[in-house]
């Protein structure tokens, strides 16, 4: 073998191993390339990177192991995925819209009524604060209910007072208030803010209202227009038992005892229990007697949007023989 073919076939090989050829060579034999002719690389391959897509000209290119992400031609670019936003608390309602016009929410604000600790009946809650805010979260929770769930919870708007109606509230139940001032109503927006009320009770489980509407005293003893003989007379009736958060009783009884036959009051006591005697030695045989049995909450812890409501009276008469 010649030098020359010698020094072409080693050119060969040179040329294969770096890649720039296809061709493969055979255990056999080497590939014999004329000396008189050029060695030829084959073309190489346009770009892989894709031009800019238009609107008239897209391309779709693939190889064996993905696809292009290119749309087919005459389609608009698919849009890239954006991260799901983290939903709003179940149950949060928007009732009231954000205020443009507020810009932050208040460094402090405080919930006004009803008072802490309170007695309400078991009609249209109103409550009432201060401050202003671009909205303010109201929520409500059922305190005498093992899992404490929320019976209301919503945006209310930039607004100082919402009612809440009595359907929503159980007789005997205990609630806590909270309320929230708000920069908006979107909970996964980044710039959301909120601050709670000023109130210390705050910090638990919001501001407790109990759920009691006082009814006229039951008296179960002495029957109504009974005679009775000239001895002491044991009055009694049937309390609540309603007790605040110190377990100390919430009704106390105011009892007023005048001889009708007179005109004229002869007995008067108050009492959280639930009876009085009223000594013979003050009756007077053949007079007749009324005897008023009311049902006193005090008004320090009775809500005051329904003090024509804490007091409930019973009368009932009586004929010493």
Known sequence: MSLKKIVVIISTLSVLLMGCSTQSISKD???????????????????????EPTTNNLTVKSTDKQSSVNSEPNQTKAPVAQPTKKPQKSGDQVLGATDP????????????????????????????????????????????NVE????????????????????LLTEGHKYGISLYATSGTNRSDPNYKQLSSSNMEQVLYGRSVTIHTLTPPVVTSPQNASELPKADVILKWVKTGWVDNRNLPIVRYK??????????PIFYEETSEDSVKIEGSILISG???????????????????????????TIITFKVK
């Open 287 to 313: 007079h007749s007697y009324s005897v008023k049995v009311t049902a006193l909450i005090q008004p320090y812890i009775y809500e005051e949007t329904a003090i024509t409501d804490n007091t409930k009276s």
């Open 29 to 51: 034999k080497a590939v014999v390339i004329p000396i008189s002719e050029e060695i030829q690389e084959e073309p190489k391959p346009e770009s892989s990177i894709p031009s």
């Open 255 to 264: 009892i007023e005892v005048a001889d009708s036959t007179d005109n004229n």
């Open 148 to 167: 404490m769930k929320s019976i209301f919870s919503a945006y209310v708007g930039n607004v100082n007072s919402y009612t809440i109606p009595a359907n």
């Open 101 to 144: 016009n507020v810009s932050e929410v208040p460094d402090w604000f405080n919930i006004e009524a009803p008072s802490t600790y309170s007695v309400h009946p078991k009609k249209n809650l109103i409550i009432k604060w201060n401050g202003s805010s671009p909205n303010f979260f109201l929520y409500i929770r059922d305190m005498s």
